[in-house]
């Protein structure tokens, strides 16, 4: 018989114990509703859950075991070579210039300005299918989608909605993207399995949002002369299109996917130095492209680190344990445990305003509560991954909702009176994202028995 689990006392028992986890949360709220809500204001909030452990804990000792033993998380520890190896080539391909060719291509064709916000989604959703990051294709297209749109007769809020959308499809979807490999990872299935059957929820939201935009496109823009308009540009970029191609082609083949992009990260950075876009000297420059790639995941990975601690530290009296108890007995059946878990992941999400952040805090809890109805393990990575980018994107305070302000603002094209409130409307994909999971998970649709392994979930 197996011995019982004996946990680590704390001062007022688990209210104590709970105590780290409370502290992080309202820290993070706090910090969030003071507009300090990036990821390293974050950082000061894992370290005073720490510091509250510390005050907790009657052991000593034992409160700096179960510190290292978070640092030690098995599922962290993964991380770090696809997070440095997956920041690296988001960057390559943001130094190739690889949307500005793309853009070019759009200026050789007479569109209409009517149908503007629909190629300007489909960009954004294509550039960030291809680097992996949401911000890669938001920063980097802005600055010319934006005023285009806007000085062709379309609605500022409807590009801007385009853009965001776009932009979060392929964090949400691509298999190098953080979001993809997180929510992979803690529900512990394959990467691939889990890109595999969440790209029919991404088309059942994505769909609709691309019919959206065409539609507001039709009945908002009043259009302009294309003419008018100049767009400098190249299509030399075009030619890196190999390397995601490349990369996709490898994993196809059940190439490891770290051996994929690091062998995609390879031959970007010769194609860089063949075609002039960089050299060796910026390349291994304290603040160029391998420096910068592998910064760029950083303050993802530390606020990770200190996540997985709490964890641990909340694992050791017990509390995760007494929470999941109280989680499922109230989940009796496996659409009452995804409705919990999804309840729970929303507002969360809506807190922080950090979808990210989200989806690290959240993804463990899940998987244990999810556990025992031996669900998909897919299932539970996706319905994570999508309620975190859809929220993360509706609330006014989130990281993803004020840099979209911050550089529209910053193109000339909007005055002050332009907010939130202009755009969240517009961000029909990642609306889409929540009605989706949610139909699924009230509806029953797509939910299957774990097989262990890849999973087959359709």
């Known amino acids: 018989m197996e011995a019982e689990k004996k946990y680590a006392e704390t001062y007022g028992g688990k209210v104590g114990g709970i105590l780290p986890l ?4 309202a820290a993070i709220v706090v910090l969030c509703f003071t507009g300090m809500s990036s990821l390293r204001n974050f950082w000061g909030a894992g370290f005073m859950a720490m ?6 804990f009657k052991d000593k000792n034992r409160y700096a075991k179960a510190v290292m033993k978070g640092f030690a998380n098995p599922s962290f520890t993964m991380l770090f070579p696809i997070f440095i190896a997956a920041g690296i080539l988001s960057q390559i391909l943001t130094a190739a210039h690889l949307v500005d060719g793309l853009v070019y291509l759009v200026s050789l064709v007479n569109i209409p300005p009517a149908i503007i916000p629909c190629v300007t989604f489909v960009l954004c959703a294509v550039m960030s299918t291809v680097t992996g990051s949401s911000a890669a294709a938001l920063l980097a297209t802005m600055p010319m989608l934006f005023p285009m749109g806007v000085q062709m007769g379309c609605p500022a809020g409807l590009v801007l909605g385009a853009i965001c959308s776009g932009s979060e499809f392929g964090n949400n979807l691509s298999p190098i993207s953080d979001v993809t490999i997180t929510s992979s990872i803690g529900q512990e299935v394959d990467i691939i399995a889990a890109v595999r059957t969440r790209v029919w929820y991404s088309l059942a939201a994505g769909i609709p949002a691309l019919i959206l935009f065409f539609v507001f496109g039709l009945a908002t823009t009043k259009g302009v002369d294309l003419a008018s308009l100049s767009v400098d540009s190249s299509s030399l970029g075009l030619i890196f299109i190999i390397i995601p191609i490349l990369v996709a082609v490898l994993i196809l083949r059940k190439t490891n996917f770290l051996v994929a992009l690091v062998v995609g990260d390879l ?12 050299d060796v000297a910026s390349i291994f420059a304290a603040d160029g492209l391998l420096a910068s790639g592998t910064l760029s995941l950083m303050d993802v990975l530390v606020f990770m680190a200190l996540i997985f601690v709490v964890l641990a530290l909340t694992e050791e009296v017990g509390v995760l344990d007494s929470f999941q108890t109280f989680m499922v007995r109230h989940a009796k059946t496996p659409r009452m445990a995804e409705t919990v878990s999804g309840v729970f992941t929303c507002i969360f999400c809506a807190i922080i305003g950090s979808g990210m952040s989200t989806i690290a805090f959240i993804s463990p809890i899940v998987r244990n509560i999810m556990k025992p109805f031996h669900i998909a393990r897919t299932r539970a990575a996706n319905y994570i991954a999508g309620f975190a980018s859809g929220i993360s994107w509706m609330v006014p305070h989130g990281v993803n909702t004020l840099t979209a302000l911050a550089v529209a603002m910053g193109t000339g094209v909007v005055g002050d009176d332009f907010t939130m409130l ?3 409307p517009y961000n029909f994909f990642c609306i889409g994202l929540i009605v989706v ?6 509806t029953g649709i797509g939910r299957k028995k774990d097989e262990g392994g890849l999973q087959n979930e359709v």
């Open 437 to 442: 999971y949610w139909a699924a998970i009230l």
């Open 422 to 424: 202009n755009f969240i």
């Open 51 to 56: 510091v509250i452990g510390l005050l907790v």
């Open 22 to 25: 409370l502290g992080m949360i």
């Open 267 to 278: 031959l970007g950075i010769i194609l860089l130095l063949i075609l002039g876009y960089s």
